[in-house]
């Protein structure tokens, strides 16, 4: 066991699926690492983007696997994006598990959908929910003539079973935004609008257009065997955003990571539940993950972090050694802590 902490690292910034657990499986001695790691007081928090559970679900998860997480330690990309629905005022239709749809339990409205969010969630992700989303995203019609309501409509939940309500030619919000972001990590209030609205000399305003947003694009990732299906790589949310985004011109907009604000946030989380010691510089926090693009990717290189990548999860030799090599690289998470302590 090393004891020399060679980057010199003061907290960590921690991924979850493929760093501390794969699917229901943790990571050779990931356990015990992260006790260690709590008493030895490196303070941490877990930076997640997954999008099948909400965050009462996960810490569930993660508890019973044996680790040991207090609510305030964990930041998700799930919880970014009802940052920003809240944030905005946004009415969302939702394309997210079940579970996932608890995280935006507190909205309801009446009235149409303003935005699409995307999760990661077979049934969802299939031809008839997608093309609902395509058609708010478009602005077309959901029901035939005689059953479209008329505004404002009947009240409905966010995430009603299956999609009620449409009227695309009405007013979509009262979201004084008007642009569509370019930025996977710009707030759209200050993003550059992409598109110009035709607007005749005596109408009104065109309405905001509809926003695409996702937790994340990550074109695939690592799952566990199962009866159908050994372990192995399979599709992420990233193809489906992409897909959307080509039939709607609309650029999504990604709020977890790699975004620079979402690790902005976790770096803020991270001097809130560390405990006093002291101003953390980007240098003295290692974010540690199994994906060089959405662990340790734009916003992590932006502001400074170390970026550590561990050999499990979606790992695949060679991975590092691409155009923005990693500071370090261990075998897994409890070999980092190794070093560290
Ligand atoms: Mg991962």
């Given at each position: 066991?090393?004891?020399?902490?060679?980057?010199?690292?003061?907290?960590?910034?921690?991924?979850?699926?493929?760093?501390?657990?794969?699917?229901?499986?943790?990571?050779?001695?990931?356990?015990?690492?992260?006790?260690?790691?709590?008493?030895?007081?490196?303070?941490?928090?877990?930076?997640?983007?997954?999008?099948?559970?909400?965050?009462?679900?996960?810490?569930?998860?993660?508890?019973?696997?044996?680790?040991?997480?207090?609510?305030?330690?964990?930041?998700?990309?799930?919880?970014?994006?009802?940052?920003?629905?809240?944030?905005?005022?946004?009415?969302?239709?939702?394309?997210?598990?079940?579970?996932?749809?608890?995280?935006?339990?507190?909205?309801?409205?009446?009235?149409?959908?303003?935005?699409?969010?995307?999760?990661?969630?077979?049934?969802?992700?299939?031809?008839?929910?997608?093309?609902?989303?395509?058609?708010?995203?478009?602005?077309?019609?959901?029901?035939?003539?005689?059953?479209?309501?008329?505004?404002?409509?009947?009240?409905?939940?966010?995430?009603?079973?299956?999609?009620?309500?449409?009227?695309?030619?009405?007013?979509?919000?009262?979201?004084?935004?008007?642009?569509?972001?370019?930025?996977?990590?710009?707030?759209?209030?200050?993003?550059?609008?992409?598109?110009?609205?035709?607007?005749?000399?005596?109408?009104?305003?065109?309405?905001?257009?509809?926003?695409?947003?996702?937790?994340?694009?990550?074109?695939?990732?690592?799952?566990p065997g199962t009866a159908q299906l050994p372990a192995g790589l399979s599709?992420?949310?990233?193809?489906?955003?992409?897909?959307?985004?080509?039939?709607?011109?609309?650029?999504?907009?990604?709020?977890?990571?790699?975004?620079?604000?979402?690790?902005?946030?976790?770096?803020?989380?991270?001097?809130?539940?560390?405990?006093?010691?002291?101003?953390?510089?980007?240098?003295?926090?290692?974010?540690?993950?199994?994906?060089?693009?959405?662990?340790?990717?734009?916003?992590?290189?932006?502001?400074?972090?170390?970026?550590?990548?561990?050999?499990?999860?979606?790992?695949?030799?060679?991975?590092?050694?691409?155009?923005?090599?990693?500071?370090?690289?261990?075998?897994?998470?409890?070999?980092?802590?190794?070093?560290?302590?």
């Open positions: 066991m090393s004891n020399s902490n060679p980057l010199k690292l003061r907290a960590l910034l921690i991924d979850l699926n493929g760093t501390l657990h794969v699917g229901s499986e943790t990571t050779p001695r990931a356990v015990q690492a992260l006790e260690r790691l709590r008493s030895a007081r490196i303070p941490f928090v877990f930076c997640s983007n997954n999008t099948r559970d909400s965050s009462e679900r996960l810490l569930e998860k993660l508890s019973g696997m044996g680790f040991t997480v207090k609510r305030d330690e964990v930041m998700t990309s799930l919880g970014a994006c009802r940052q920003l629905v809240d944030d905005r005022g946004l009415k969302p239709y939702l394309l997210v598990s079940p579970s996932a749809k608890e995280e935006f339990g507190h909205i309801s409205h009446s009235g149409q959908y303003d935005s699409v969010i995307l999760g990661l969630h077979e049934e969802s992700l299939s031809y008839g929910p997608l093309n609902t989303a395509f058609r708010i995203l478009k602005g077309e019609p959901l029901h035939p003539p005689s059953s479209t309501p008329t505004p404002p409509g009947p009240s409905h939940s966010a995430n009603p079973p299956s999609p009620s309500i449409i009227s695309p030619s009405a007013s979509l919000s009262t979201s004084t935004s008007t642009s569509t972001s370019t930025s996977t990590s710009t707030p759209a209030s200050t993003s550059t609008p992409t598109r110009s609205h035709t607007v005749s000399a005596s109408s009104s305003p065109s309405p905001p257009r509809p926003r695409l947003i996702a937790p994340h694009a990550s074109l695939y990732h690592q799952t599709l992420g949310i990233g193809p489906f955003v992409r897909a959307l985004e080509t039939a709607t011109d609309i650029q999504a907009e990604l709020v977890g990571k790699p975004t620079r604000r979402f690790f902005e946030l976790a770096l803020e989380r991270l001097q809130a539940v560390q405990g006093g010691i002291g101003r953390l510089e980007g240098r003295d926090v290692g974010v540690v993950g199994d994906d060089m693009i959405n662990d340790l990717g734009e916003g992590a290189r932006d502001l400074g972090l170390r970026r550590i990548l561990v050999r499990t999860g979606k790992y695949r030799s060679g991975i590092e050694n691409g155009d923005h090599p990693p500071d370090a690289v261990y075998d897994t998470f409890a070999d980092l802590v190794d070093a560290i302590l």
